[in-house]
Each structure stands twice: as C-alpha cells, then as structure tokens.
C-alpha cells in the first residue's frame, strides 16, 4: 500500500492535564460549571466545542430555572431527530446535584413516530397543557407549534436551542425569526448552544441588537483538548489532487486510523458522476479485497494487502433495511467503548453534527462542503477523547483548479475557501489572547508566567495564563476599547471577526496572489475597517479602530507564529523525532516578539495576513497549477475600484491627523504612497465628471 502523504497542515499539540474531564462536588466539568454560574440570566448563549458537554449543561441550568427561577416548562429544540437521544434522562442526583433530568417518554418527541408537522405539534400543545416539565423536539416541530399557537403559548417558559448556527438573521429563516418574536416579547428565557464559533457563513444568527441581549459563556477548542486525558495533538490540512479522488485517496487515507471519510455530492465538480454507491464500490476496491458483509451489522469486510480484516460502515448506501442496520450497529451503546467494532465510516450527509464515535481519529473529507460551519462540525467528530488515542486529524481533499475547465470560477472558490477554513481553525484552536497596551506604567498582571526572564518593563512582553490558557501581548499604540460593547467584541468576538475577514475573496486573492504589489495596510487597515463598519454599526470610528487593531492582532500572530515553528523546525532538519510542546504556539509568538525591538500596531498591520497560506499552498499545490491559478486572479483584479479609492481617503485622514499633512504620492512608504493615490484617484474622477 502506498504510504500516507505528510500533509500541509496546522498541527496544535496540548497539556493533556485531564481538567475539561474532571467534575466538581455537583458533577458538573469545567464547561459547564462555567455555564451554571451563569444560569440566572434570561438570554444565555453557551459558545463551547462538541463533546464538552452542553447537552448536560443546559440540564443543570434548566433544572434550575424550574425549580429556582419560576419558569413553568422547559422545550429543547434540537435541529435532527437523532439528537434528541443527547437529552434522555441522566441521574443527575448521583453526582452531587439536587435533581435528575428527566423527560417523559412521550415527551421527547424525537422518539416518537409520525411528521414534524402533524401529530407532534398537537403533542406540543398538550404538553403546554400539561404540569409535567420538559420537552424535547426537533427545530422544524418548534417552528410549526410557533405558527400555529403563537409567541404568547410559549410564555412563563424556558426555551433552548441546541446547535444554534442554524438559525440566522435572515426574515427567510422562520426559526430565527420566531426567536426574534419570542424575545420581543420577553416573556420567555432563551439558552441558546453552539459549537461553532462564529454567526454564521453569510450571515448573523441574529440582529447585533438581538444578540447584545445575551450573555454569553465561551468555551475554547483550546481549553477543552488542553484539559483531556488522552489526545495531544490535532492536525488540520488541505491536499489537492487532479483527475478522480478516488485514484488519489488512499494517498491520505492511512487505514491504520479509524477514519470517517465523507465522499462528495454527487452534484458536485468533485464527484466521479458514477453514481454515489459506485463510489463506495471503489474505495473498498482500492482499499483491498471485498469479503463480504457481516450479517450483524451489514458493514462491509475488506481484507488490506497486508492481511488485515477492515470494518467498514456504508452509510451512503441509503437503501431501507441495510442503512437501518448499520446506523443501528453503530448507535449501538453496548458497543460504545469497543475500538475495534469498525475501522471505517463511509457518509455522504450523515455522520456530522452531534454524530457520537470517541474512536475516530481521521476526519477526511472530499471537496469543499457548503460552509465553514460544516467544517466545523466535522473536525468536531475527531477532537473527542479516548483511552490510546493521542493525535487526530482533519483533511479535505480538494480538486486543483484546472484553467481548461468550464467550471474554473468554482474551482477557484473552493480552493480560496479551503485556505480560509485552514486559516479559521488556526484561530479556532489558539489560546485566547488579551491585548494590551505598552506605557510606561505597564506591569505584570498576575497567573501569567513571561518566560525564563521573566517580566521587562523596558521591552513588551508575552505572558501566558496555564490556568485559563489566554495568552497576554503588550503592544505599542494599541488603541483600547471605550464602550462595554467594543470590550466584549475584543473579548468574546475576535474569532468572528476573523472568520468573515479570511471568507472575504477580494481580500483573500489580493494577499494570496498579488503578494509583489501588495501594500498589506490595504487589507488590515481598509478591509478588515470596512468589515468591522458593516458587523458593528453602532461603535464610533474610536470603538471600530479598537477592535479593528485587536482583530489583526489575533490573526497575524498567530500566523506569525507559526511561520516561526516551521522556519525552526526546517532549520532542525524536521521534527527531530521529538515530540512537539503544548506551549509551542505561545513559544513562537514570544520568539517572534523578542525578535522585534517592540512590537508595535503599525509593525502588526505592516504583515500580510495571508502570507503563510501561500507558503502552505505552493508547497500543497502543483507548480503549474499554482502558476494557473495566480494568472486566473490576476486577469480579473484592477487597480482601483472607486469604492477601494474612497476607503484609502479615510485612512489619509486619520493619517492627516496624526502627521499633520497630507499622504505623499512620492513617499518612500508603500502605505502613505498607497494612500496618496487613493486621493488622486478620487480627484480624477471628480475632474471627469465635471468635464462630462
């Protein structure tokens, strides 16, 4: 068999300290004692990782709101019948806490038979009715009760909504709008779960006035797989191929892993048109030879060339009795803890969100899906930990861009849209960080430890919390946020404001590929600017620029972190054979402080954010192709736009200001000169006009 490729990727390694596991005195884990701690807020939106347990968080909390809060009922909503079962009855009582979660059979819906739109919403009404205290439905029978009873049935009660991304901002999007109602009329709490980390693809869940009502509890990627037992590392890449995947997919499938790979669409540009069951067919065919299926579970046998017998689960073949088979072998909880009862798991669009299997170590997935989110949710199906399993990963194979293709455009966009889910997981999986300014009185703030040094009070500093995992960077002329909205963006909001940066394509082909002629300011001071103006309308220009600094900041250290790691480990010859340290983000970008005389906003927005996505892509990708593909975003970029034009005079007056005249168009400086011609430019269409 050939060997695994060693994919272009983000490795994080972690401390493994076994806290995110470990219950206090209520049996709650850190997650949700954080959440508890908040639980007599009204709105409360729980931001946290799959498998850090916020199903049994918002027990704790609506237990509480009913007994303690005087709340009538409590109705989970959760967006697929299949996780309904993540809120079955659990003995709360027997880990120190006052009451058991319990839901009578007839009550959890997700169980019973019969449409979303029939039967169930007249049980919800009964319910209503009734004196008995909770209810779990999917969104779709949440949304038909809504219509059909209105806000006012609902009032006096709890409503929680699992996976919470699914909703949006949107009028077209009727459950976001019955909570928009729901909330108008403020009569009913609201725990809202996600575990995504941004809004939304394409836009917010909610109106930023809606969403400036809750509070919220975050939980990061990186406390949770800090905090585990077993895994330490987690791996997240792109790999590009030509022609069929198939012929390509066992370079990055190692069969040693227990893998869940997710073939594409049969609509897609990915996939082979042969149908989606020939696909499978394939695959076990490359994999080795097909023995049969057992009679069990209906997963299919293959035997590898080196005489291993692989379990593999066809969850794509969707014909009744077989899929019922198969999705029943792998709920089976007897076998929950069994490693070896499958190797392999073959989905098309099952097998994602709150999909439950400890054992998975390999989440690879063939061609870009349709968002971020997505993304998301199916790394989420590797990060869980079990005993023997220490590093996991995530892989999207991606067709190269071909310029002879007609459908090029596309193939360029899910290329550019691979990188931005790579550079999103990079920020997903950081420490979070706490900016400060550097002055005079600055000072080393207690838990943080700034390395062998220890604090300078001459140069800025690095320091990291090991209790919290937040890394600490003083920075020169970093503008602070004035309103207590601008302080919870920069303290709750960085990642989102990352995420639609990475998704802008202008911004992203610019930084990619006109890398020469780039003047970096243009992305993260007008880009990124006009983002935050768009997200965040009611900050002032103060509060924008703030959060505009802190949001560039948490991008291009990172980057330039890990820029250094590799620049290191490239100097060593390799890994070495050594075992990379849980703290070598924070290592890389402390390294990249020293090295500067002091570290400085403008020097930060002097970087290009995308710089070593390029470096990852020229090495991932094939030269010519990479050649095709700088030409394909070159033919279609001009100069100015007027709208680019317009952005860089605001800037030369905040330029104006500080230096006290005007961008020079013969300046040395790349960004005053860029400035400068964003002014002439201007002044030349205005001339045009004026001439006719």
Known sequence: ??????????????????????????????????????????????????????????????????????????????????????????????????????????????????????????????????????????????????????????????????????????????????IRQLMARDKVHVVAMTGSYFRGDAEAVLHPDDESKFDTVTYTYYEQLNGYEYLKQLDIGYYFYSGSYIDDIIKVLDTGMKTILHIPNVNSRESTKRGKDTEVSEILGILGVWKGRDAATGFDLVETADGRVLKIADLVDDGPDRHAKVLAALKDPAQKHNRDHVDIIIALGMAKEGFDWIWCEHALTVGYRSSLTEIIQIIGRATRDAKGKTRARFTNLIAEPDASEQAVTEAVNDTLKAIAASLLMEQVLAPRFEFKPKNPSTGPTPGFEYGPGGYDPKKTNVGYNPATGQ??????????????????????????????????????????FAAEELVPEELTQVRMGKIIQEKFPNLDDEDREAVRQHAIAALNLVQQAKKVLDEDNAGNGGAGGEEPKNTALIDGIRKFAMDMRELDIDLIDRINPFGEAYAILSKSMNEERLKQLQAIIAAKRATFTLEEARDLAKRALVFKKEKGRVPSITAMDPWEKRMAEGIAFLQRKAREERNG
């Not at 493994?16 to 701690?37: C, I, K, V």
């Not at 409503?159 to 459950?175: G, K, Q, T, W, Y």
């Not at 709750?492 to 990619?512: H, I, R």
Request: glycine fraction near 8%.
């Open 1 to 178: 068999m050939t060997k695994p490729l060693s994919i272009p990727s983000v490795a994080v390694t972690y401390a493994r300290d076994g806290s995110s596991t470990r219950a206090n005195e209520l049996g709650m884990r850190p997650m949700q004692e954080r959440a508890y701690q908040r639980r007599g807020e009204q709105y409360l939106l729980i931001k946290s990782p799959p498998a850090s347990g916020k199903s049994r968080a918002l027990m704790f909390i609506a237990l509480d709101k009913l007994e303690n809060q005087g709340l009538k009922q409590a109705i989970i909503v959760v967006p697929e019948r299949s996780i309904g079962a993540s809120f079955h009855d659990e003995p709360l009582s027997k880990y120190g806490f006052f009451a058991d979660w319990k839901v009578e059979p007839r009550w959890n819906l997700c169980d019973a038979a019969g449409s979303d739109n029939g039967g169930k919403v007249d049980a919800v009404r009964k319910f209503l009715d009734s004196g008995d205290k909770a209810l779990v439905c999917t969104h779709a029978t949440f949304r038909f009760a809504m219509e059909k009873f209105g806000t006012e049935a609902f009032d006096g009660r709890l409503i929680a909504v699992d996976e919470f991304h699914h909703i949006s901002a949107n009028p077209d999007n009727r459950l976001g709008e019955h």
């Open 471 to 512: 890394v600490q960077l003083e920075i020169k002329g970093l503008a602070e946020p004035k309103s207590k909205e601008a302080e919870r963006i920069c303290r709750e909001d960085l990642t989102e404001l990352v995420t639609a940066f990475v998704q802008d394509k202008p911004s992203l082909e610019k930084g990619l």
